[in-house]
């Protein structure tokens, strides 16, 4: 199976401030039809995961533009430029491209 | 407006059964593929498998294929997951996902216990 390390496992931040979360992968998640199946996901206290970005940077509708996800292959990064209250939570990313499908291990953000 | 809700959970006893449902609304079910997902208490995310948008192909995480099983009933916009043989190590909250993980229903709790 496919493994995602993300890092940090947790990251604390002030109002304003910018990070970014690593995630990265035992295998390369290139696709051979070239897409890169690696989604970011965001899960706030008490709620259900939601997606925030897909295929390494597309943002999902809705979506802040200050989530912003590159990468490639085996190293993909998700990035928060000035976070605000509503990004406290846990963010994992995931792929598509190999099955089983699988999870990193998750990146709780919380507040300095 | 997408949603999913699922139903079914609850407490069980190690070696019994359940089924789990996941009522699709807001979008053409029958035009994707659909997955269940399940995060455990110690919130680590596990993709059980997922099911083509006709029904006529599935795919497990190897470790659950022997146990669990994927269906659904498009003209009901349904998607169901039956458990086997159950275990404490399932006990889990069991989220059914639109195809991409572009949607995810509330989630409902599995906790198996005697």
């Known amino acids: 199976d496919v493994v995602l390390t993300q890092t940090p496992p947790t990251l604390s931040a002030t109002i304003g401030q910018s990070v970014s979360i690593s995630c990265r992968s035992s295998?390369?998640?290139?696709?051979?039809?070239?897409?890169?199946?690696l989604h970011w996901l965001l899960q706030r206290p008490g709620q259900s995961p939601q997606l925030l970005i897909y295929?390494?940077?597309r943002l999902e509708s809705g979506v802040p533009n200050r989530f912003s996800g590159s990468g490639s292959g085996t190293d993909f990064t998700l990035k928060i430029s000035g976070v605000e209250a509503e990004d406290l939570g846990v963010y994992y990313c995931?792929?598509?491209?190999?099955?089983?499908?699988?999870f990193g291990g998750g990146t709780k953000l919380e507040l300095k | 407006e997408v949603q999913l809700v699922e139903s079914g959970g609850g407490l069980v006893q190690p070696g019994a059964s359940l089924k789990l449902s996941c009522v699709a609304s807001?979008?053409?079910?029958?035009?994707?593929?659909m997955s269940w997902v399940r995060q455990t208490p110690g919130k680590t995310m596990e993709w059980i498998g997922d099911?083509?948008?006709?029904?006529?192909?599935?795919n497990y995480a190897p470790s659950l294929k022997n146990r669990f099983t994927i269906s659904r009933d498009n003209a009901k916009s349904t998607l169901y997951l039956q458990m086997s043989n159950v275990r404490s190590e399932d006990t889990a909250t069991y989220y059914c996902?639109?195809?991409?993980?572009?949607?995810w229903g509330q989630g409902t709790l599995v906790t198996v216990s005697s």
């Open positions: 996902t639109r195809e991409g993980f572009a949607y």
């Open positions: 807001g979008f053409t079910f029958s035009d994707y593929w």
């Open positions: 099911i083509k948008y006709d029904g006529s192909y599935t």
């Open positions: 295998q390369s998640l290139l696709h051979s039809n070239g897409n890169t199946y």
């Open positions: 295929l390494v940077s």
């Open positions: 995931v792929q598509g491209t190999h099955a089983p499908r699988t």
